[in-house]
């Protein structure tokens, strides 16, 4: 499969591994203390024991971009994880249901959808992470579980309409209607006809996913609202922001890092939508 | 009499959505810790507290109080904007203010991205699969899925902060010199337009890829007309439908989905008043932005259905 893909997918592929390496072995390979400080501050690129230069106040760039990884991807993959569980269970039943749940399920995705989706997770953060006593922070765990939810609430409705869709598509095809009049019950339809033909598109929309939660993470980060300080490659963003004159690499390399991983994951997608179609088509 | 039906039917689905997205938004709104009760009333006895909250419409429930909103946005009111004391000012001022910022943005964004997006298309379609088209379209593909604000950054740190050739912050209106009014949104509106344009040539592209192959299109040519002609009278106009579907589209989604490039450059436009609204607990004006993001959807998508009536007059009687 992999020799059929383009170069550019190919490289997609291998920076998506990557940067999933960096985030389960960031631990053991053999880079600097992400929260140590060196003397160094504000290097460029290619310095001397930090390859990628240093930030403003010494930290090196290297280790906190593979944290970073670990960070923005665990909760990216999380957050579609739970949002295609969700949408996927909600676009089979609307899908294969049809009639007033199909409705009633749709105008469900497009009230989200019809939020900006930057918009949504902003409120649903404000709510949900901020503590009524202002002198008492919230705990970065409570922070990070209600981003995860709230990007999950704003991905779910995106993987819902497309599991609908291909549902409904599913459900007329002649060996749904066979296996419905052999008298087969739905739930096993569901689990034999509908989930297998079904997954693959929720696969390809997943990977496009995967990129929209990294960019609205990120921009989270910008707005003040996102994870912890510094420890996702969105928060690295908003902490350079300040120092732009005097370490442009701190603010450079996680921005490179977070855009290709996105645009990586949107090639992903749509290389894995565009094998569904020509296996479509071929049906 | 089916057509009518339908768009009546799609009408109603529309309505229902805006109501359940603005009814959703105040209720999660109002869940935010710390009421606008605490924030915008200043009495130091218990009994002018109780009055500032009735004047600024906070005691009401949630039903209520969306009922009364709903009322004065048919009527055109788009409600009180809470000021500190039990005061209000009208939110309409607010979007008086911003939403010609928001609409100028936009029709640049659209303007620079179309100018730029419509001839890249016609290239990379009309040499599909020749090394150029590859090129260009790789390039596209890639500045389809970059994220604005990593373009915002970068450029604002380029041109803003290296070069010091353009300003990175705020914004400054026709009236104050059409230059500067330039010079201040160079840099928003090409970290808008440089996704945007690219998905617009990608779109062009994949539908004249599909025109070329139709039968008129081989007996205009082989009619003798230069192909350059045949592209653009006979193949640019019937591709265009998804184009204009997907632009208007995005209409709506500029005029206040660009919160965190409005943010960056400190541009004032309704992004930004968005952002404002929920950190001050502006529920009432927040449901009146959104409420006014998702009448622009509508229209557009309306204006869209006719734009592509004029355009490829095919479609007007087909019962879609």
Known sequence: MFKKLNLFSKVSFVWIGLMFFFAIAGKLLPIADPTEYFDVTGAGLFTAGHILGTDSNGYDLLANVVVGARNSLSIAVISVGLGSLIGGILGIAAGYVRGKTDYVLSVVFNIFLSIPNLILSLVLIAVLASSSDPTVPVPDSRRLVVIIASLTIVIFPILGRITRGSTLAWTNSEFVIAAKSMGMKDSQIIKRHIIPNVLPSIYAVAFLGVGIVIVVEGALSLLGIGVGDGISWGSMLARAQGDLEFAPASLLVPLTFLALTVIACNQVGDALRQRLDSRESKL | ?320
Not at chain 2, 12 to 25: C, D, I, M, P, Q
Not at chain 2, 68 to 96: E, N, Q
């Open chain 2, 1 to 320: 009499m089916h057509k009518l039906n339908q768009i009546f039917q799609a009408l109603t689905k529309l309505l229902l959505v805006l109501v359940g997205a603005t009814f959703l938004l105040s209720l999660i709104v109002r869940l935010l810790p710390g009421s606008p009760a605490d924030f915008y009333t200043n009495a130091f006895n218990e009994e002018d507290r109780l009055l500032q909250i009735k004047a600024l419409g906070l005691d009401r429930n949630a039903f209520s109080s969306y009922a009364h909103w709903i009322f004065d946005l048919v009527r055109g009111d788009f409600g009180p904007f809470f000021m500190s004391g039990g005061s209000t000012r009208p939110t309409s001022l607010i979007i008086a203010q911003s939403i010609p910022r928001s609409l100028l943005i936009m029709l640049y964004v659209q303007i620079v991205s179309l100018t730029i997006a419509i001839p890249l298309g016609l290239l990379t379609a009309y040499r599909a699969d020749k090394a150029v088209d590859r090129i260009i379209s790789t390039g596209l593909f890639a500045g389809s899925a970059i994220p604005g604000f990593a373009l915002a950054l970068s450029l604002g740190y380029f041109f803003g902060v290296r070069l010091q050739l353009l300003p990175t912050i705020g914004y400054v209106p026709i009236a104050e010199g059409l230059g500067e009014h330039f010079k201040h949104l160079i840099l928003p509106v090409a970290s808008l337009s440089i996704p945007l344009c690219a998905s617009y040539a990608r779109i062009l592209r994949a539908e004249i890829i599909s025109t070329l192959r139709q039968d008129y299109v081989t007996m205009a040519v082989s009619k003798g007309i230069s192909n350059s002609r045949v592209l653009i009278k006979h193949v640019l106009r019937p591709s265009s439908t998804s184009l204009i579907t997907t632009a208007s589209l995005n209409m709506g989604a500029l005029i206040g989905g660009t919160v965190i490039i409005d943010q960056i450059f400190a541009l004032g436009g309704l992004g930004q008043q968005i952002t404002f609204a929920i950190f001050a607990r502006q529920y009432i004006a927040l449901q009146s932005y959104i409420a006014l993001i998702a009448i622009a959807f509508i229209l557009f998508t309306v204006l869209a259905d006719l734009l592509i009536g004029v355009v490829d007059p095919r479609t007007r009687n087909r019962n879609v």
